[in-house]
Structure formats: structure tokens, C-alpha cells
């Protein structure tokens, strides 16, 4: 029995194969996941009706059961027509989550396009697709290593 929270099989099975500098995407449901994987990474989908699962709740999950050395969002270009001032409201749950997990990574945004890049590259083993709803929530994690 797992003392975690994660009970997802495919999820499970996929992080116990993942090593450190392994990425984790947990993609928001604008997120174009299916065209973007990197040639290691699988395929989740949780997006079971609109909002149904958000990222913060994969986020507060995935939390419980590896260590994370990276923690990154897409960055928003000022010019780009989705752009807001300021954070995405997101954001402030994300670091709530990472502040309750006990952690002290800073959350640190990405450029749009080079995330896109960071999500293709062969470190990435995994995109979980939520159905969040939130514009800008996909984030980016790094496993670290267990100490």
C-alpha cells in the first residue's frame, strides 16, 4: 500500500522509471500535449470534463510522492493576445502548494517558446493532460534526487 497520495498506476509506473533531470509536464487544458511530447515522454490524459482535473490538484499530488529540484511555468510574452498583467492568479496556488509540501524551489517562469523546447528535449518522461481551464497553469517540474 502507498503511503502517498499518487494512486494512479500509469503515473506511478512512470515515476518510478524516472530518474533525476527527469521533466514532468502538467499540462493545463490549452496545452497542445499531444504534438509536443519529447521522444521519451508518455502520455497521460486526465481531462475528463472542462476544469475536471485542475493543475494545482496533479500539482499538490505529484508533490507527495517525488523530490523536485526544478519547478517552472511558461513565461507570457508581452505581445502574445492571451498575455495578462502581472502573475497568472494561478500562480500564487501554485507556490502555496510547493510552500505546503515543505519545499523551497522557486517557481520560476520559462519564455513560451523555450518551454516548448524544455518540454521536447529527452529528459521529458511524462505530460499529464489536465482540463484546467486556467490560461497559463501548465508547470514544468524537474526530479531531484532522494536524500
Known sequence: MLKHRLLHPEISAILGRAGHHARVLI??????AST??????????????PGLVTVSQVLETLLTAIPVDEVNTMG???DDPYAQKGDPPVWNDYRRIIAAAGMSVPMVPISKWDFYEAV???????????ADQALWANV????????
Not at 499540462?27 to 497542445?32: E, H, K, S
Not at 509536443?36 to 470534463?49: D, I, M, R
Not at 514544468?140 to 536524500?147: A, D, E, K, P, S
Open 27 to 32: 499540462a493545463d487544458g490549452n496545452y497542445p
Open 36 to 49: 509536443t511530447l519529447g521522444p521519451n515522454a508518455t502520455l497521460v490524459s486526465l481531462n475528463l470534463a
Open 76 to 78: 507570457i510574452p508581452e
Open 140 to 147: 514544468l517540474l524537474t526530479i531531484g534526487c532522494r536524500v
Open 120 to 130: 521536447a528535449s529527452r529528459d521529458h518522461v511524462l505530460t499529464i493532460q489536465t
